[in-house]
């Protein structure tokens, strides 16, 4: 079944269903998700934004879930484009998952050492944020920029 997308206003449609409402660049964001990778239910109610890599500009970040567990997408930037994905199985087994599903997603101040040790390619800034995956039943999954590869990073205690 193919998804579809009508932003009115700050109100967005998906599937036909009236989701929270999103700002403009939200539902920019939510438009190219559905266009790029439709066969993903993409959960509006998880849209986060928040200066991620420190350029700035406002980064949008929301979950979703296909038939291999859970998609984090981050659009970078004020177009929320160089869309980056993160991929998490469903299940308690391994440490690169969620425990269950669904999940919720925030923005949380961002510590580069949070254990004592310095993350890769962390560079804590007042104005940087991280993210937090949290499936409520496991310790979350907590996200970042690597300024040293450029891209999306992630750690869990």
């Given amino acids: 079944m193919k998804r579809r997308a009508l932003a009115l206003g700050s109100l967005t449609l998906v599937s036909g269903v009236a989701l929270a409402a999103l700002s403009a660049l939200g539902s920019h964001f939510m438009a190219a998700l559905l266009h790029d990778r439709p066969n993903i239910r993409w959960d509006a109610s998880t849209l986060v934004e928040g200066d991620l890599n420190g350029n700035g500009e406002r980064d949008t970040a929301v979950v979703g879930y296909d038939k291999s567990g859970l998609v984090l997408a981050v659009g970078m930037g004020a177009k929320a484009q160089n869309i980056q994905y993160l991929n998490f199985p469903i299940g308690g087994t391994v440490q690169a998952a969620v425990c269950v599903a669904p999940v919720s997603l925030a923005v949380v101040p ?3 050492d949070p254990d004592g040790a310095k993350l890769p390619g962390c560079a804590a800034s007042s104005h ?5 995956i949290n499936d409520r039943e496991c310790d979350p999954v907590n996200v970042y920029w690597d300024h040293e590869k450029r891209r999306l990073a992630w750690w869990r205690n």
């Fill in 110 to 112: 961002l510590s580069c």
């Fill in 128 to 132: 940087m944020w991280g993210l937090a």
